[in-house]
């Protein structure tokens, strides 16, 4: 099951660099760009929807019987440590309300 993830990490990958070819192309005039601008973020969605069912519902749940209440703490001490000092505080949050404004303005 790792594996599999992995690989949807670089397959991911490849969709968001597509996105930005097509971006590319797009600024340069091609309009025929936005048809693989359109079928990459397709992909992408499709693509990341199934990657985090699978998380949910494979892998968190292989973790849930491997790993004690002790090691699961300290993982999350982790993820919050490089939040605090990789990603930044409350970046997480506002991540999640730039989605919101997305889809309230777009869908």
């Not at 097509?22 to 340069?28: D, F, G, I, Q, R």
């Not at 929807?49 to 703490?73: C, G, P, T, W």
Request: charged share 30%; hydrophobic share 45%; aromatic share 8%.
């Amino acid at each position: 099951p790792v594996g599999v993830m992995l690989n949807e990490h670089v397959m991911g990958r490849e969709y968001i660099k597509a996105l930005a070819d097509a971006v590319e192309e797009l600024k340069a005039g091609n309009m025929h760009a936005a048809t693989s601008f359109v079928d990459a973020a397709r992909g992408y969605v499709q693509l990341l929807r199934a990657h985090i069912e699978k998380e949910n519902n494979v892998l968190f749940m292989m973790a849930d019987k491997v790993l004690d209440e002790k090691e699961q703490s300290a993982l999350f001490d982790a993820f919050e440590r490089l939040e605090a000092e990789k990603i930044g505080v409350g970046k997480h949050e506002e991540y999640h309300k730039l989605l919101k404004e997305l889809k309230d303005a777009y869908l």
